[in-house]
């Protein structure tokens, strides 16, 4: 089982749109996909037409300590989307307390791992979207993945945000002894612009072979079928949107023959 979180600190640079589109490209190629939704905002379970206010059973329950009467294993919260192969383990706006609620909480870093490797789930990959912020949320994802996709949006000051998500990963290698494989997706890319080529080579002479080949371009379809409640590949399977993210699943599902070196991910400063 592969499991793979989809962060970047920063807002609205297609976390949500990569979890729900390369879980349904994953899920056409026949692998069994779970996505956890780790956002209060609950935009995974929206954009898989699930609305969050009706939810009553949620991530928030496996990440309540065990003795607690809210506790519930992750099996019990695992819904199936309208799409085959594809689940989603959902979130609603009372994870939003948790981030305090953790706060002192021992072992706070590993709950949603300790939720993950106790269940007996049979998923082929795990996808999990991460709230825009570097709290407890997302540290407890880092802390249950091996794999990490990084989107990024390429506009002037994409690679100055990334380093403090650079500087967060470096602190899980060194306190917590974790190092999950960090990759690079670019998103959102209109890539007829000179500005466009300059991030991008800046992008790939930091990250260098860290940065997948696939990049995912403006499509207002991929917009459009998230308010629509349902994968790009069943709203307009034709679209750029669609085969992008098919693409990038190729990329993903060989990653695993390739076998990546621990740790490759370079620190020096930007
Ligand atoms: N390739 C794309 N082309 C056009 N619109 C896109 C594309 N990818 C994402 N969007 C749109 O951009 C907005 C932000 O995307 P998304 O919600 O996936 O980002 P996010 O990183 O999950 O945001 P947040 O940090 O708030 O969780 C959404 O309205 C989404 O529909
Ligand atoms: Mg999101």
Redesign the pocket.
């Known amino acids: 089982m592969r499991i793979i979180a989809i962060a970047?600190q920063?807002?609205?640079?297609?976390?949500?749109?990569?979890c729900i589109n390369l879980g349904a490209s994953l899920a056409i190629h026949a692998f069994r996909v779970l996505i956890i939704d780790m956002?209060p905002?609950a935009?995974s379970t929206l954009g898989l037409g699930f609305e969050p206010n009706e939810i009553n059973k949620s991530i928030l329950n496996v990440l309540e300590p065990p003795r607690s009467p809210f506790h519930l294993e992750l099996s019990d919260i695992v819904i199936p989307t309208r799409t085959p192969n594809l689940s989603i383990a959902p979130a609603n706006i009372d994870l939003a307390g948790e981030e305090y609620r953790l706060i002192d909480k021992l072992g706070r870093e590993d709950f949603l791992n300790v939720g993950i490797q106790k269940s007996q789930l049979q998923f082929d990959f795990i996808l999990i979207?991460c709230?825009?912020s570097l709290g407890i949320l997302t540290i407890n994802a880092l802390k249950a993945c091996r794999e990490v996709i990084v989107?990024i949006q390429p506009h002037f000051f994409a690679l100055r945000g990334i380093q403090e998500f650079v500087e967060t990963m470096e602190m899980m290698r060194e306190n917590l002894k974790h190092n999950p494989d960090i990759h690079v997706l670019v998103?959102?890319a209109d890539v007829r612009t000179n500005l466009f080529r300059e991030v991008m080579d800046e992008i790939s002479k930091y990250f260098r072979e860290k940065t997948f080949k696939t990049i995912?371009?403006?499509?207002?379809a991929?917009?459009e079928s998230?308010s629509h409640g349902i994968p790009v590949m069943e709203y307009e399977p034709e679209s750029s949107?669609a085969q992008d993210y098919l693409s990038l699943a190729k990329e993903v599902i060989e990653l695993e023959k390739e076998k990546p070196e621990k740790g490759l991910f370079r620190t020096n400063r930007l």
Do not use: C, E, M, R
């Open positions: 970047n920063k807002g609205g640079v297609a976390k949500t749109t990569t956002d905002q935009h979207d709230p825009p989107t998103t959102l995912i371009h403006k499509n207002i991929l917009a998230s949107g």
